[in-house]
């Protein structure tokens, strides 16, 4: 008879910024024996693709509490191990168009109502923060001075280097298999064997054919997005806010040694997570190149080092998936950022690892009612996704 495979209190699939998170969580919180599983590496999905903007003006008061505490997550984190991957640059927003500057004053209310410091800026608060940019026509603008910048890649690593002292085992290599078995989860991958009581998809874009694998189908639609690293003019300095141009969707943030990163929305249309084509293309840097023509001219003669794409995950109402899924298999699931994972991973795994270890019926499962997993009834259409850097909630923004 063959050897039952080993049995561990929980298995993590994926080894992103929401996995690695995970993996911290619970080995800090003494959760038994734990695998994180990934057929490549740490942070080979979005997470090693990501801008790493970190800002808590966000929807709201759940988006905002998580982004705050992935915040201070991230800062800890950087200031034991790493300095050098965490700013606090602030994030600045701007509009032409004054239907979009009210719904930026609506943001900015709501915002503070929350507790999020921003403010309102003029047009010489903004060639103050950016003095090759021209604002003339500029009718609304907020700014926060508490926003930062993060590698994403390098705070998926320090949660691993933090968790694997702690206990957690690291599989890496070897396409998965993985199917319902008894009241768990079967996992083949990495050339080992295991039978997961608690299993923990955070897959990010693979999510959708992963759920879908184990009897729970969600509607998520990977799609992809990209960004460029370049070279400004000298003169650019090196700590400068990051920036959203609401009207062309572009937004940018420094990079260090000299660079600043840039990227747009979302490309909507479904992308394969295994065959999307990784590279920026043509009409992405035109769209870049002209929003620095109008808004940035000082950026205009940028040399282009690198362009790349990255895949995301969208949901229908734009909220990310977080919470239990299926209890008779021992089922969570972190995944459907909507483009918006490395500002909110850490602080939603520390309350999907709060509601795995309390159970159903408490406060913790109540902090993850916006995002249960679950609401979806059966049968819901996945939806192409929404643009990304939005100032509204809902499902259908307008901006
Ligand atoms: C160009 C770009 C810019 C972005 N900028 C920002 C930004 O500024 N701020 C922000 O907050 N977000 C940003 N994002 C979004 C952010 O990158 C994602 O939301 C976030 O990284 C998702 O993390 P994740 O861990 O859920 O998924 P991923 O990082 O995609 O990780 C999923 C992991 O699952 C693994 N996997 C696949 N199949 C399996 C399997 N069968 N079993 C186990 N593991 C598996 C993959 O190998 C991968 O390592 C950006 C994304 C892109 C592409």
Same mark, same amino acid.
């Given at each position: ?90 994030? *600045? ?6 239907? #979009? $500057?009210?719904?930026? /004053?609506? !943001?900015?209310?709501? %915002? +503070?109502?929350? &507790? ?51 206990? *957690? ?6 396409? #998965? $298999?993985?199917?319902? /078995?008894? !009241?768990?989860?079967? %996992? +083949?991958?990495? &050339? ?133 899924l299926d209890p008779a298999i021992g ?31 408490g406060a913790a499962e109540e902090h ?32």
């Amino acid at each position: 008879m063959a050897a039952r495979s080993p049995t561990v209190d929980v298995a993590i699939l994926g080894a992103g910024i929401a996995g690695a998170a995970c993996a911290y969580h619970l080995a800090r919180r003494n959760a038994g024996s734990i695998v994180l599983y990934d057929p490549r590496t740490p942070a080979a999905g979005a997470t090693g693709r990501a801008a790493g903007i970190v800002t808590d003006q966000l929807w709201d008061r759940w988006d905002v509490e998580v982004a705050q505490s992935s915040d201070r997550q991230y800062e800890a984190l950087c200031r034991r191990h790493d300095p050098s991957a965490y700013a606090r640059n602030g994030f *600045v927003r701007w509009t032409a168009n004054p239907i #979009a $500057a009210e719904a930026i /004053d609506a !943001a900015r209310a709501r %915002l +503070r109502s929350w &507790g999020v410091s921003v403010e309102r800026v003029d047009r010489a608060g903004l060639e103050r923060r950016f003095p090759w940019g021209r604002f003339e026509d500029v009718v609304g603008a907020i700014a926060g001075d508490r926003d930062a910048v993060v590698t994403p890649s390098t705070i998926a690593a320090l949660y691993l280097k933090e968790a694997e002292p702690l206990g *957690v085992e690291t599989w890496f290599g070897a396409p #998965a $298999a993985v199917r319902r /078995d008894g !009241a768990g989860v079967a %996992l +083949r991958g990495a &050339g080992r064997e295991l039978h997961a009581r608690t299993t923990i998809v955070a897959a990010g874009a693979w999510s959708k054919a992963l759920l879908a694998s184990l009897g729970a189908p969600r509607p998520l639609v990977p799609y992809r997005v990209q960004a460029a690293t370049l070279r400004p003019p000298p003169g650019t300095p090196a700590l400068f806010a990051s920036g959203h141009d609401i009207d062309t969707d572009v937004y940018f943030r420094p990079e260090g040694a000299g660079r600043i990163l840039a990227g747009d929305g979302t490309e909507r249309v479904e992308a394969d997570p295994d065959r999307f084509v990784p590279v920026g293309d043509a009409t992405f840097l035109e769209n870049l190149a002209e929003s620095f023509r109008t808004r940035l001219p000082g950026w205009e003669s940028s040399e282009m080092i690198r362009a790349w794409a990255g895949v995301c995950t969208s949901t229908p109402d734009r909220r990310p998936l977080v919470g239990a899924l299926d209890p008779a298999i021992g089922l969570y699931t972190i995944t459907g950022f909507n483009g918006f994972g490395v500002m909110r991973a850490g602080g939603a795994a520390e309350r999907l690892v709060d509601r795995i270890l309390q159970g159903p019926g408490g406060a913790a499962e109540e902090h993850l009612r916006s995002v249960d997993p679950r609401r979806f009834p059966a049968g819901t259409e996945a939806r192409i996704p929404r643009p990304g850097f939005t100032l509204e909630g809902g499902d259908d923004p307008r901006f």
